[in-house]
């Protein structure tokens, strides 16, 4: 026996022992950065003072309301300042938070109300007739609604609902926050973006955001006061947890509702943006922006891609303009981003598109996750050779508790003691995992596998293609065939046998589309391409 066998008297207390939470986060900032601008939107300025208080208001008032502790608060807004507080005073009121999608339909916001239970739901004026129609149909109880005006884009409240303004002023400012007694204890309620069937409930615990706040300050190398814009949805895995962490350093969270090229350029000059996270569309749409929506700046800008694998030609341009782009990979299930392409300095040596090929790599794991591989069915490592293929599996932390109410579908997920993200990849012998395709979108003609990623990057090379997808295509002799969707950039013109010569020159004859469609891509909120839909529309045809 060592001796440290007797451990008598050296238990866990007050003193030596906090639930990890990212409220401690705004608790702290409040003091250290008091007088800084936490939050910007128009003429909405706060400091960290205010931003606390204002929190302290919300949660208090819910309270008052007749939400406890562990009632689901649900929101229906977009990234406006109303969000970013509820991310701490729902929460703060010992509830959970339930962002919702601001752009499904009718029915599933529905099914979420009634499947979450929300008891009170924060809804932005615009989307008010969703909500209302929502309501209308659900059985059982019906949440409070709390109208939130948005009257720097023009949204005057309904009069129909109490208004945020006026119910954060029946809240105390000095209010004490119900700070969690477990870490284990629910945090969040984010809704999978389910592409068939009903969107399943994740569950987030206060211990995983809080290690996903620390973890992403070591990977994205971010220093004290950061000037944050928020282009990923609030709503979606929580922004990636990156309103409970700007907090943690002082930053400034620049408010975005509307993604254009023009808004980012704006926020960059005027506000001094410095990070910003968004899918390859908003890459694009920087690059392909009218000389009339770009402003100059002269600082680098961190960009975290993720929702799909950025085109090689993309980064290459994106590169020029002082965006530095570092490609991060995860699920609803995991908090948002887990991996990251960490940069080699032996690279810059490399020519620009290889490495632009190695930054569409989804990399290795972010510094609080214990295991992030590529396993086959066995749950063993496949061969790091680039080629072989397996899926990629995640231990750590920051992943979720668990699917609400949906026992099967949890053990399912969490089977062998991984969970299991139904992403098909390769394992380069570096340890850099690499997107292959999701499951579903493997298009298998005449046997043959074939990635839709790959086939998308080489058309994504073509000078007049702006936007892509391809999917399955039935075909009486192959089973399947790809079908390539296409956007052209405004003003450029391409046929579809010159866009198939294209590819052919650059991959085998079996990968290259047997139809091109050009057309507008349907697309979600995250601005990830919906392949159900194109799938769908290629059986059609």
């Known amino acids: 026996m060592g001796w440290m066998s007797d451990e008598t008297g050296l238990e866990k207390r007050a003193a030596n022992y906090v639930p990890l939470t990212p409220l401690s986060h705004l608790k702290r900032a409040a003091k250290v950065f008091q007088n800084e601008l936490a939050v910007v939107y128009g003429s909405h300025r706060k400091t960290y003072a205010q931003y606390h208080d204002r929190v302290s208001q919300l949660a208090s008032a819910l309270t008052a309301a007749g939400v406890q502790s562990g009632d689901v608060v649900a929101t229906m807004l977009p990234n406006i300042p109303a969000l970013a507080e509820a991310h701490f005073g729902v929460p703060a ?23 979450g239970e929300a008891k009170a739901v924060l809804v932005d004026s615009q989307f008010l007739p969703l909500v209302t129609d929502a309501m209308a149909n659900m059985d059982g109880p019906t949440p409070l609604i709390i109208e939130v005006a948005d009257p720097n884009a023009g949204l005057v409240a309904s009069g129909k609902h109490i208004e945020y303004e006026d119910f954060l002023a029946t809240g105390d400012p000095s209010a004490p926050w119900q700070m969690p007694q477990d870490e284990w204890e629910s945090l969040a309620l984010n809704y999978t973006s389910g592409t068939t069937g009903r969107p399943k409930g994740v569950v987030y615990h206060h211990r995983g955001s809080y290690l996903m706040t620390m973890g992403t300050v070591v990977s994205w190398q971010m220093q004290l006061r950061p000037v944050y814009l928020t282009i990923v949805p609030m709503f979606h895995c929580n922004g990636w947890n990156h309103t409970w962490m700007m907090p943690l350093l002082g930053g400034k969270i620049v408010c975005c509702r509307d993604v254009s090229a023009a808004n980012i350029y704006n926020a960059i000059a005027d506000e001094g943006v410095t990070h910003f996270g968004g899918a390859p569309i908003v890459l694009n749409m920087l690059v392909n922006a009218d000389e009339s929506d770009r402003r100059e700046f002269d600082h680098t800008i961190n960009v975290y891609t993720a ?14 303009l002082g965006f530095n782009v570092m490609q991060v990979y995860g699920l609803t299930e995991t908090y948002g981003h887990v991996t990251e392409c960490v940069w080699n ?21 972010f510094p609080m996750m214990e295991d992030v591989s590529v396993l086959d069915d066995d749950l063993q490592q496949i061969p790091s050779d680039g080629t072989a293929q397996g899926e990629i599996c995640i231990r750590g932390n920051s992943v979720m508790k668990g699917y609400l109410k949906n026992k099967e579908a949890t053990e399912k997920a969490f089977s062998g003691g991984y969970f299991h993200s139904e992403d098909i990849a390769v394992q380069h012998p570096n340890g850099y995992v690499q997107i292959a395709d999701r499951s579903k979108d493997i298009i298998i003609s005449g046997g043959e596998n074939i990635s839709s990623v790959e086939v998308e990057s080489a058309l994504m090379e073509h000078p007049a293609v702006s936007l892509c997808a391809v999917v399955a295509k039935p075909d009486e002799k192959w089973g399947e065939v790809p079908c390539a969707f296409v956007e052209l950039k405004e003003g450029q013109t391409a046929d579809a046998a010159e866009i198939i010569a294209f590819v052919r020159e650059r991959l085998a004859g079996f990968k290259t589309p047997k139809k091109v469609v050009f057309q507008e891509l349907p697309k979600t909120s995250t601005g990830k391409i919906q392949k159900f839909e194109l799938r769908n529309l290629a059986k059609s045809l």
């Open 93 to 115: 009121a010992g509830a959970v938070l339930n962002t919702i999608n601001i752009r499904l339909d009718v029915g599933t916001v529905q099914y979420i109300l009634e499947h």
């Open 345 to 365: 300095s032996e690279w810059d040596a490399l020519p620009h598109a290889d490495q632009a090929a190695i930054k569409a790599q989804q990399g290795v794991a």
């Open 307 to 320: 929702g799909a694998p950025p085109a090689p030609a993309t980064l290459g341009a994106i590169g020029k």
